[in-house]
């Protein structure tokens, strides 16, 4: 295959499982071995929209962890995430990836300061790029979520932030730094999870000044999607909602991450945000998230939905969702590496709101509904070809 | 208060839960005694629309029972549906109700053809109209479910159908006599339930004879609800339903006629429709409909949605709705009865497909999805103000 | 009504929800308003045992507030509670229990030292006894739950904390104290809560010589009820238990004890005790309780239940329970008064493990599974009248 | 190993997918390669029974279809039944016991009377226990279920019924013929389904004749066992049960074999008995059984229990179990073996209610709780060691 015509996707927690399922899947759909189910944008309401075709897109990324990319699918294959019949067929496609992951930045081992790390980082993905003379390359963090940012002057001005990563520590939480190298390599960045990434002033003057979009945060997978869903049917129907409990039990490394109180305030903040969005007023009720091992790779949320109808009768809604969370996740870093890609190439820079369908914190977009959200994307996907490049919402 | 300001409600199965909610919610929220929770044309999106106060609505009816209305507000005020509190502020308005009520139509009563029983619906209508001096009155069906009609020659030609009720026999089921006499009356006209009613080819001629609106059918005030507006999220993030199976609890007068399996044919037809609409084939999977008499007059939906993600991957949702009947479809049928006048009002004729956001099979609009219902019906009645009087959608 | 034949039933928390609805269930019950629902000793299996009969049963008690019972029964009636019909019925007799309140021990206001405080509990509860010339008297905690008890000597040596009560300081919680009392007015006492109580060595002590008996801990209401019934099926079918998840939803005034982390901590600690006392482990995931107060007197708890099967084939059970809490509690206070003064009258003295069926935290009892507590209770309780007193399990 | 050790398992349906899975689970269980969960017999509270070992179970049985057990096996283990690992160990045991399948009985096929075709398959019987050396071989019937018998003269007289085999026609549906066949070999028999299979009373008299002990029927494995561990808590507790629903979706062949009028009315009758059984009265409330063919060899039931607590609060429990139900019935395929060979063993003949806890509609037990019913099992089964062949409860 010529280069040129080809998309890089270059993710950041490159061996994890989503990005495992991820290039699994681009490579089985790619090659018609299964259908394209949960692929927004196979979906035939994209039909007409130029994106690149999966099986064009080229994968490599960042990790600190060495596993192989075909031990991991087989991993997830006895865990029910991967058909076991796929992995032969998908083997050496796994192994192309495999090839392209490079040393990710871990804290721990850093001895100079970011802004070396930076360049490192940088350097990688521009040589990727190079070698697969790729015509946009989109980097997507699908790594373990972070605790919330503090603030911090450096991160409201560029000029300081790159004064700090100069000197000695480490002003960036991993997530910003590897956003801060993508902006830098001029290639669009996703946030994938809730990790402040892309999501700092300072970055978001950077992606302008490279001229390169960026989307996120925290893409709604499960029990947040179905609030989107739900919670504009409450409103239109003028049904007072009196409280909007949840549990998420949930295994696998993600679970363990947001065992940790700090990942999980992150989490909890984009989770909440959509449903206050939606009715205009916080709600009574807490989220939980739950680490539970024996889970594996499946979550299960439970939500308890209390509210008033005509006279102030108290009814109740509840509903369980019990999916796989990879496989929840994987399509969809297909559709945003396809679509910042395009973007990229209609000439849009900074945020990207159209986006905003995917996102439990969508980067700014005050629509929280779901199906608006979706109307907002198809408009914009479909203006995109005929040359309205759509600046924000 | 001075006539011509006023609108008339005139309901079929006037003194059944689900009217006697409706009579004391439109009396008590009209008075400001309780909040319009659940009222859709009450909330912030209807501002600016110019429909009827809910306190200037004239209630009255006919029915085949003859249990006084306070009496039946007194039995919801034990069953939970009614706030006791509210039967003394609302006595007066309910007396008032009362005595507009009339002799319903009694199949087995009957001894002359059914033309002259349409002549003494006819009739009943009119003389409330004028002891009320209403600017137009709506007839709502809320009496019990019918079962589907057969398909015959009298039903597609109104001449035909005409000579047919001349004649002895039963030529209409009750809610299409009801609904022949309220066009005749010049009267808009409302499905609330699957029952036939308006929905007969001869009386779509009429209505548009006699320059009449009419709306329906089947009002969605629980499972289906849920369902119109999951299945779009669904269809939106490209994941493929494998099943969708329902149980719905239910007592009450409701829970009775749909043991019936004439009645349970058309409630299920009319539930199946919107998910078949929305994902654009037929879905496997049941709903029941059972009668369980001690839930009274609340009524349990569980649905059980089988779904395949990436891969083919295996998920589920699971929901559980426990809503109290009467105060789910008493709003709406004020919402209708406002709607309805206004769309005659605006010089509407025929089937009102703008106001499908209310029911499970939308005369005359193929969107199924909840939301994009609602803009159709937010956009259309704003447009109304305009002048615009939206010739169907 | 003679005296002798009576039961006095001293409640620690007086004016609360459990304790009006026992008083309002009591008189109902008795006066035969209503059936026996609920009332384990009143079923068919307890016919030939002596109890004291329902309406021969004299209340009266200790309360940090003032609200008058009748005040209170008509808010639990507006919350669905108490049937608002049996109001008037039963108005007599619970302005008789209200005349029989006396300020409880509030820790804020005490000036002396708890010895002080302690004697004026025991006259308050002998004075009650006398005037009502009752047989027996049991004093039954359904006040707010405390936080667990840290170690101390005192509280394993009976001599040592009479003289730590001398001085002045709060040696005992409240819980403690009323135990203190009861014990020391030679009354029967029931930890209804998970609070300490009589759970402390020294009043083990202090029971064996004044030779009264006492139960607890923790009446098992809904949850953990439903935990007890299930885990032993998972047991006798071999099935492994993987995780066993819970969150409970209450309002109320339990639910904003509850909020409070220490009182969440007793409640958790023994919530989880009679799963692993079944099966034999540990097992992997937590139970939230979290206060949310438009739940009102209502609670709900979501079980999710992940079990291996044969050849270690994952399974799921899910469990959702909707219950009024005083009206799971109030027939269980009914009961407890009963065994408890019969079994004082059989010259029990100490812990009664056979009362086990009715806690978490069975004090005594190893056994946590329902049906085989459901059969010591039976046999224990038709032994008495065979003139068995039965000393423990 | 030496023969007279070995126990005989000879499946009615030895192809489907209970048979196989329980095939695979005995090779794999005796050889060590899994843990024996969901086996009630390799449980704890066994030790110290003298029940024919795992590994010295042999395999055989007639079906009326071909397909090899080892395909059967590998489709079980892409369905996620058998963990796929265990294929290649199983191989070479799963080849003998498919040499050991004989053509079973097929009504379209038959041209001679039954009395021929009872021959023949009583002579596979005595060839299979011949060439094995068995101890003892227990018949177990896990085809698919058949519709309820009618009440016919030859049922109720083994010598009228034996006539009447010998004439052309059919008297007997498979299920009884198969137990005929088998208590004629001298085999204990088990009725696994809700078939009539030995529960006529002809066969009574034919298993007492010839000295066998025979058990049944229908296993419960889902829906049904959690409603004998849930009922039992509602009666302890006084708790009034106003209606007890539920929904069961299922595919696979039972799913099909069950959307058949006939069959499903076996099931129901069955399903139903238990809690009329516990409550010692019928209950408000249906049971659907729906083939869900997408569902595959899963299954989920959705009980709703709407009970009244103290003063008739009402309240609600529901549950969801979703299962595999080869996985939950094969374990109980080798319990039953192993126990009724026991039973033979040990001289007892004709039924075994002792055996009850495995069943919906236990053959000569009233006991429907579950874990009264465990105990009479193990009280039963280590009373056996001790010489107490134990006549019936």
């Known amino acids: 295959m010529s280069g040129d015509s080809r998309t890089g996707v270059w993710l950041i927690g490159a061996r994890g499982s989503v990005a495992t399922t991820t290039a699994v899947g681009a490579a089985a759909v790619g090659a018609g071995l299964v259908d394209p189910t949960a692929c927004v944008t196979e979906s035939a309401d994209f039909s007409g929209t130029t994106l690149a075709p999966l099986n064009e ?19 997830l294959a006895r865990s029910g995430v991967i058909p076991p019949r796929l992995l032969d067929a998908v083997h050496d ?13 871990d804290a721990d081992d850093e001895i100079d300061c970011q802004a070396a790390t930076a360049e490192r980082l940088v350097d990688d993905i521009v040589r990727f790029r190079e070698r697969h003379r790729t015509a946009r390359t989109v980097v997507i963090n699908v790594a373990s979520s972070e605790p919330p940012l503090d603030k911090h002057r450096q991160y409201a001005d560029l000029e300081e932030l790159e004064h700090a990563l100069a000197r000695p520590g480490r002003p960036l939480p991993p997530s910003s730094l590897y956003a801060y190298a993508a902006l830098r390599a001029g290639c669009g960045y996703v946030d994938f999870t809730p990790s402040p990434g892309a999501r700092v002033p ?30 504009p049917m409450f409103a239109a129907r003028a049904l007072h909602i009196r409280s909007w409990s949840g549990t998420n039990l949930l295994g696998g490394g993600d679970g363990a991450t947001l065992a940790d109180s700090g990942a999980r305030r992150s989490k909890s903040l984009s989770k909440d945000r959509p449903l206050a969005g939606i009715l205009g007023r916080p709600v009574e009720g807490k989220t939980h998230i739950d680490n539970v091992p024996s889970m594996g790779e499946w979550k299960t949320a439970w939500d308890h939905i209390q509210f008033e109808g005509f006279l102030g009768v108290p009814m109740t809604l509840q509903f369980t969702w019990q999916g796989c969370d990879s496989a929840l996740a994987a399509p969809l870093v297909l559709d945003l590496a396809r679509l910042v890609a395009r973007a990229q190439e209609a000439g849009r820079t900074g945020p990207l709101p159209e986006l905003g369908f995917f996102f439990k914190d969508p980067v700014g977009l005050n629509e929280h509904r779901l199906l608006p959200q979706y109307e907002v994307l198809l408009s914009w996907v479909h203006g995109l070809n005929e040359g309205v490049a759509g600046e924000g919402v």
């Open 57 to 75: 897109l080229v994968f490599g990324g960042h990790d600190v962890v060495g596993t192989p990319l075909p031990k991991r699918a087989e991993e």
């Open 202 to 231: 300072a970055l978001d003057v950077l992606a302008r000044a490279h001229r390169v979009p960026y989307a996120g945060s925290d893409a709604k997978t499960g029990e947040t999607l179905v609030k989107t869903a739900l919670a």
């Open 93 to 105: 496609r796994l192994m192309d990836a495999d090839t392209e992951i490079r040393a990710g930045y």
